[in-house]
């Protein structure tokens, strides 16, 4: 089967560092996504990670360790608007990507 | 904006009902996904559509229905509504169906059954 597990929610305060982890278990892997998902709109794309080690862009960093069935996504330097859903999604292969149920993150001065 | 549109934007009707969300995908992509949100909840796939044909399905209700047409714009028919079945629906779209399959998101229809 397909497994997804990251924490429901998270709280952080402003101008801190924050670390989302994600574990997966799924019947093949060809990659994993983060989704950036704010309340009542789209989910939007983060990052992609298919071999291990760290992906850095801007204030936001993702880590993959496939030998783990492990991710997380590093935000720093965090802002009000950084107050969203976080999802992590992997793509098994030829099949649909497989989200988890996102973690709700509150950034809080 | 990712390039693929939804229509409506809102829609509320009442139980029994039937509706149609459309979806528009991005230019040039193949694939169709759509997935329903209820509130507070995560995302669950429903089914998805490569170049006019099912390629998998999700947890789809009997009275959920779908298609996509030649022109690569899909329809998601929604029978016999409840009161449950109110949430965002999303539509997405990407090039491929594996491998580097980013999905591109459209902004949603929110339904209300009442």
């Known amino acids: 089967g397909q497994n997804i597990d990251q924490p429901t929610e998270m709280t952080a305060t402003e101008g801190a560092i924050v670390q989302i982890n994600c574990t997966y278990q799924t019947s093949g892997f060809n990659g994993l996504f983060w989704y950036q998902q704010h309340a009542g709109e789209a989910p939007t794309f983060l990052s992609y990670n298919v071999l291990d080690g760290l992906e850095e862009k801007g204030r936001f960093s993702s880590f993959l360790s496939r030998s783990k069935g492990y991710s997380y996504l590093l935000l720093k330097e965090l802002q009000m608007k950084d107050s969203a859903s976080y999802l992590c999604?992997?793509?098994?292969?030829?099949?649909?990507?497989?989200f988890g149920k996102g973690t709700r993150l509150s950034v809080i001065a | 904006d990712s390039g693929v549109t939804q229509t409506p934007k809102h829609l509320i009707t009442a139980t029994g009902q039937r509706v149609t969300l459309r979806c528009s995908p991005r230019?040039?992509?193949?694939?169709v996904y759509w997935y329903q949100q209820s509130l507070d909840q995560g995302l669950q796939f429903l089914i998805q559509?490569?170049?006019?044909?099912?390629?998998a399905k999700g947890n789809i209700l009997e009275r959920f229905s779908a298609q996509q047409f030649p022109d690569l714009h899909s329809e998601l028919n929604l029978s016999s509504l409840e009161l449950g079945d109110s949430a965002l629906y999303f539509c997405?779209?990407?090039?491929?169906?594996?491998?580097?399959?980013?999905?591109?998101f459209g902004p949603g229809t929110r339904l209300t059954v009442l």
């Open positions: 997405a779209s990407s090039v491929r169906t594996g491998g580097y399959n980013e999905q591109f």
């Open positions: 999604a992997v793509s098994p292969g030829n099949t649909p990507l497989v």
């Open positions: 230019s040039g992509d193949l694939s």
């Open positions: 559509y490569y170049n006019g044909e099912e390629r």
